[in-house]
């Protein structure tokens, strides 16, 4: 048994952070882990003070750095709103993974003593660097994580990136998200604070990007209808936007402003070609999204294709919406799918001046070019299996250029405006022009056979009025020459 007198000399001067007192006991005999009537050592009180110095003496002098006290408490639960001596404690061996009678850790205890202004100098913070133990459910289900996400406004990326689980749900069932997303409020709000990076890390950590704002609309919906906004009145937050293309599923969940059968790439081509003058370039969203396998051609309730729902808004910038649905092409939309009214990409882009010739053209090359290399005309109409236009699935399945524009000429006036036939005309010769190399090989006299039948193309272009790159005239006198 320890000396009555001493050990009470050594309480009393813990307890009054008399630290010369405290020396002056322990210098006196092996008091470090005498116990008081409670059974209570003198570490576990004087980690809930002020004085490192007197923990430090302590822990010189070999008290039981884990030795708990009330409520099943250790030194290291009591110094919790102390970074000082946390440290202390966690140099000296503290368990950071001891729990208390209600199953806390010490970082469930130090997180009402952590603030914004703190920074990075609390006790939770200390203990965090140490050994992250953020997910660790008390008997009540509760994680140190879920604390700081209900009650306090700490930096959350400071934990997120030491292994805070933003997948690991509340005892209600409510992610880490949706109780963050309940707590910004309105979106457009706090899109233009630092949240937008706090909120892409969680969903990079696994955090549902569907999850529901407080209006009842899924995060990554409102994040595009604030497209046309990016670039005026928002911060340019594609690194978010990013994010959430990545890992949001391709169908929209039923909820507020979705509408059925909506998918993440027909809200993408209501809002990416916004005409609101904004620089930003959306492609990337898109391409988030397909380069995971979503299907280009998925139709709407009104049979609209991403790709249509793009170019057929009144609203898209006309520039911007081209760009976009390069990408959408370039993932195999095809242009001849129809909505239920026999609206379809090329129909819409060949009525000026919505669009520029070179959006039709580049639909119709896109189209074509899909079939170079099919080998029956079997192969071929399956491609166009949605084309409307008889005459171009025949020019297509023609096997020489005089007889493609026989097959667009007697179209007569069922493509209108002019343009159209035109611009099919100049993709089909084009094609031949391209590949004239192909079909003349092998044949006897065959570069002077190349040099007329590609005169032949370009002369019946200038007949049609078709303005042909000059790279094609360059070829024609290489080969004169």
Not at 96 to 113: E, I, K, Q, S, Y
Not at 326 to 352: F, R
Not at 378 to 387: K, Q
Request: hydrophobic fraction near 40%; glycine fraction near 6%; aromatic fraction near 8%.
């Amino acid at each position: 048994m320890w000396p009555e007198v001493e050990v009470r000399n050594l309480f009393l001067a813990v307890h009054s952070q008399h630290e010369e007192e405290v020396e002056r006991a322990l210098s006196e005999g092996s008091l470090a882990n005498s116990q008081d009537a409670q059974g209570i050592g003198a570490l576990y009180y004087a980690a809930s003070g002020t004085s490192s110095k007197i923990v430090s003496l302590l822990l010189n002098h070999g008290a039981d750095v884990n030795a708990k006290g009330h409520s099943g408490q250790t030194p290291l639960h009591r110094a919790a709103s102390n970074a000082t001596i946390t440290h202390l404690l966690l140099a000296a061996g503290a368990d950071v993974n001891a729990r208390d009678v209600c199953g806390n850790t010490p970082a469930h205890l130090a997180v009402p003593f952590s603030t914004a202004e703190m920074e990075e100098t609390s006790a939770l913070h200390v203990l965090v660097d140490h050994e992250p133990t953020l997910n660790t459910r008390n008997y009540l289900g509760i994680t140190p994580f879920h604390l700081i996400l209900e009650e306090h406004e700490l930096d959350l990326n400071f934990f997120l990136e030491r292994g805070a689980s933003a997948t690991l749900c509340f005892p209600d069932g409510r992610t880490p998200l949706d109780v963050l997303l309940s707590k910004l409020g309105d979106f457009e709000t706090w899109a233009v604070q630092s949240w937008a990076d706090i909120v892409r890390l969680m969903i990079e950590k696994g955090a549902d990007p569907c999850s529901l704002l407080p209006t009842g609309k899924p995060l990554v919906l409102a994040y595009i209808e604030s497209l046309p906004k990016m670039g005026h009145s928002f911060r340019e937050d594609m690194p978010l936007g990013r994010a959430l293309c990545k890992h949001a599923d391709f169908n929209l969940p039923m909820s507020i402003g979705v509408e059925p059968q909506d998918t993440l790439l027909h809200a993408l081509s209501r809002n990416c070609g916004a005409n609101d003058g904004s620089k930003l370039q959306f492609g990337c969203l898109f391409d988030n999204v397909l380069r995971r396998g979503a299907d280009p051609n998925v139709r709407d309730k009104s049979g609209r294709t991403p790709l249509l729902l793009l170019l057929m808004s009144q609203r898209n910038n006309r520039k911007a919406a081209f760009d976009s649905a390069k990408i959408l092409v370039s993932h195999g939309a095809n242009p001849w799918i129809s909505d239920w009214e026999g609206n379809s990409a090329i129909s819409v882009a060949k009525e000026p001046p919505r669009y520029s010739d070179a959006c039709l053209h580049y639909l119709l090359r896109a189209s074509l070019k899909s079939q170079i290399g099919m080998i029956s005309k079997c192969d071929r109409r399956s491609i166009l299996h949605y084309c409307t236009f008889r005459e171009w699935i025949e020019a297509v399945d023609a096997d020489d250029w005089t007889e493609s524009t026989r097959c667009i000429s007697a179209a007569g006036t069922s493509f209108r405006p002019e343009g159209l036939k035109t611009c099919m005309l100049k993709v089909l010769a084009e094609w031949y022009l391209e590949t004239s190399v192909e079909r003349t090989e092998g044949v006897s006299a065959g570069m002077e056979q190349r040099r007329r039948y590609n005169a032949q193309i370009i002369r019946d272009c200038h007949v049609f009025g078709i303005r042909l790159d000059l790279d094609y005239y360059d070829y024609l006198l290489q080969l004169c020459l």
